[in-house]
C-alpha cells in the first residue's frame, strides 16, 4: 500500500552496534546486561511491518573477544534473523579479537583481516575490519585499501554500502574519541571518492552521530548496551545506562533515509490500534488525505477518543 509519493525501498537495512556481549551472563561494570539489550534490539526489530532485507552489526561484538561470547551471539541472533527472513552482516570491532571473531562466527580459522563482501538483494555491502589488535583506534592498510579499490572498480547494481566499526567522521560533542578514531581517513577516501558507494555505516562512539565523507553519507549507529551521553552534566565522558537505539537505513532507487529506533518502551499518549490499518487502506486516496491532512476534519479533532472517525462517503 503507497500512501504518499515515494515507492516502496528497494532495500531495508537495520544498523545495530556496540553489543558488547560477555561470556558468563557478566555485565558491564557490574550495572548492564549487554544480552537484554540485544534481545531487546531483536524484539523491536520483530515488531516492524516492513521486515529488514539484512541486519548489519558494525562491530565490538564482544566486549572481551571472549569465545564463549561469541558462540552466545550466534544462539540469540541468528534464530531472530532466520524468523525476519533477513541476511546477517557481522563487522569486526576494536572489542573483538580476530581468531575468536573468525572461527564462532565464520567457522574460519584465518585470524588475520576480517574483510568480507556480501550481496543484498543488488546491494552490496562491504564489511571492513578497521580492527587494529592490541589498540583501540582504527587503521586500514594498504593491502585493505587496494582491495577495497578493487571491489569498487566494477559497480554493483543498487550501489555498496561500506560497514566499518571506525567511522570517518569528526566526534565533536566527545572529542575524547578523536583519540581512537580511524586514522589516516585521507587514505579511505581516495579510494571511496567517484565509486559507487552510497553510504558508509559506522558505529564505536555509542551514541547516534551524522555526517558526509568523500561526498558519501555516514550514519553512526549507537550501542545496543550503554550508551555515551554527549550532553553531560560536568564531566569529561558519562557512559550511561539508557537512550540505547539502533538504526533503521531504508535504500532508495535516488536516496537513503536513516531513522532511529530507540529500544526502550514508553508510555503511549496518543494513537490508534493496528486493526485500523485495514480502514485507512480502504479509503481512497482522496479520503485519506482529507481525513489526516484537513486540519478541521474529524480526525485531527478527536480529542483523547483513539478512535478513527468513519468517513463521510457520498451515496
Known amino acids: 500500500m503507497q500512501y504518499g509519493q515515494h515507492p516502496a525501498p528497494d532495500v531495508t537495512i537495520a544498523h545495530l552496534s556496540d553489543v558488547h556481549l560477555l561470556g558468563g551472563g557478566l555485565r558491564q561494570y557490574g550495572v548492564v546486561d549487554p544480552e537484554a539489550g540485544l534481545r531487546l534490539a531483536l524484539e523491536r526489530l520483530s515488531r516492524l511491518e516492513r521486515k529488514p532485507d539484512v541486519l548489519v552489526f558494525t562491530g565490538d561484538l564482544a566486549d572481551r573477544g571472549e569465545p564463549e561470547a561469541y558462540v552466545r551471539l550466534r544462539e540469540v541472533v ?119 558507494v552510497r553510504q558508509i555505516l559506522g558505529g564505536h562512539f555509542h551514541y547516534s552521530s551524522y555526517s558526509t565523507f568523500a561526498g558519501v553519507p555516514v550514519s553512526v549507529a549507537s550501542a545496543s548496551c550503554y550508551t555515551s551521553d554527549p550532553a553531560p552534566l560536568e564531566r569529561f565522558i558519562s557512559g550511561v545506562d539508557g537512550h540505547q537505539s539502533f538504526t533503521m537505513t531504508h535504500v532508495y532507487a535516488d536516496r537513503l533515509v536513516n531513522t532511529v529506533v530507540p529500544l526502550g518502551d514508553v508510555p503511549e499518549i496518543t494513537g490508534y490500534p493496528s486493526d485500523v490499518r485495514a480502514q485507512v487502506e480502504a479509503l481512497s486516496a482522496e479520503e485519506r488525505h482529507d481525513m489526516f491532512a484537513r486540519k478541521d476534519s474529524d480526525f485531527n479533532n478527536a480529542g483523547e477518543s483513539h478512535r478513527l472517525p468513519t468517513p463521510q462517503v457520498d451515496q
Open 78 to 196: 541468528e534464530p531472530a534473523v532466520a524468523a525476519l527472513g533477513a541476511q546477517l552482516v557481522w563487522v569486526m570491532g576494536n572489542h573483538d579479537e580476530r581468531a575468536a571473531y573468525a572461527r564462532a562466527l565464520f567457522d574460519s580459522d584465518d585470524d588475520g583481516l576480517q574483510d568480507r563482501v556480501h550481496d543484498v538483494r543488488g546491494l552490496r555491502v562491504i564489511a571492513l575490519d578497521t580492527s587494529v589488535p592490541g589498540w583501540h583506534h582504527g587503521e586500514l592498510d594498504d593491502v585493505q585499501l587496494d582491495w577495497l579499490a578493487e571491489q569498487l572498480a566494477t559497480p554493483a547494481e543498487l550501489g555498496t554500502v561500506l560497514a566499518m566499526h571506525h567511522p570517518p567522521i569528526p566526534v565533536p560533542l566527545m572529542e575524547a574519541a578523536a583519540v581512537i578514531e580511524l586514522h589516516d581517513q585521507h587514505r579511505l577516501a581516495a579510494v571511496v571518492e567517484g565509486t559507487d
